[in-house]
Antibody
Framework: LQLQESGPGLVKPSETLSLTCTVS??????????WGWIRQPPGKGLEWIGS???????YYNPSLKSRVTISVDTSNNQFSLKLSSVTAADTAVYYCARRDYHSYAMDVWGQGTTVTVSS | DIQMTQSPSSVSASVGDRVTITCRASQGISSWLAWYQQKPGKAPKLLIYAASNLQSGVPSRFSGSGSGTDFTLTISSLQPEDFATYYCQQASSPFGGGTKVEIK
């Protein structure tokens, strides 16, 4: 199974960041997994953004919840992240990952994509 | 909200040393804790899930223990490829701040 993030590498302040994660080698509709987004600002630690189940149920980091939307497209085996009203503080490497439903651990990760917020 | 606190934030060690990293949850989380290894420029890699279960393919020198609020990741004999940053994570929510394992 492989995950691949895609989307613009540069976003202007106040705009919406949009990323897609494409799942290959397995089905996003598996009942055994959630799918999530994590980010890492330059030189800093990991921050969990949120996760989604194939049915569409979601849960988000409370500190980002007002700006985050995660959605799933089972027909294309993809899930997506939208983060609104971005600022320079949202500049980071964004990772998508698979979360095991039973162990809660993120066992497969994408390679990450760098998003810079700048005018 | 649950907070995860890792210590130390960095440790200097030599090849062959035993290294222990701790992670404390602000409230009890049963055994829902994972440990990850991250090398520069790379995505994190799952090492341990459910506090003490070794992920497939991970060397047996890595081990995890704990439950409730206090958890430990131990590397029994540090190898050159183990120099990296390690993170704990509660379920699939907050991560700890990370522990950088550096060459002494």
């Amino acid at each position: 199974l492989q995950l691949q993030e895609s989307g613009p590498g540069l976003v202007k302040p106040s705009e919406t960041l949009s990323l897609t994660c494409t799942v290959s080698g397995g089905s996003i509709s598996s009942s055994s997994y959630y799918w999530g987004w994590i980010r890492q600002p330059p030189g800093k630690g990991l921050e969990w953004i949120g996760s989604i189940y194939y049915s569409g149920s979601t849960y988000y980091n409370p500190s980002l919840k007002s700006r985050v939307t995660i959605s799933v497209d089972t027909s294309n085996n993809q899930f997506s992240l939208k983060l609104s009203s971005v600022t320079a503080a949202d500049t980071a490497v964004y990772y998508c990952a698979r979360r095991d439903y039973h162990s809660y651990a993120m066992d497969v990760w994408g390679q990450g994509t760098t998003v810079t917020v700048s005018s | 909200d649950i907070q995860m606190t890792q210590s130390p934030s960095s440790v200097s060690a030599s090849v062959g040393d035993r290294v222990t990293i701790t992670c404390r949850a602000s409230q009890g989380i049963s055994s829902w804790l994972a440990w990850y290894q991250q090398k520069p420029g790379k995505a994190p890699k799952l090492l341990i899930y459910a506090a003490s279960n070794l992920q497939s393919g991970v060397p047996s020198r890595f081990s995890g223990s704990g439950s409730g609020t206090d958890f430990t990741l131990t590397i029994s004999s540090l190898q050159p490829e183990d120099f990296a940053t390690y993170y704990c994570q509660q379920a699939s929510s907050p991560f700890g701040g990370g522990t950088k394992v550096e060459i002494k």
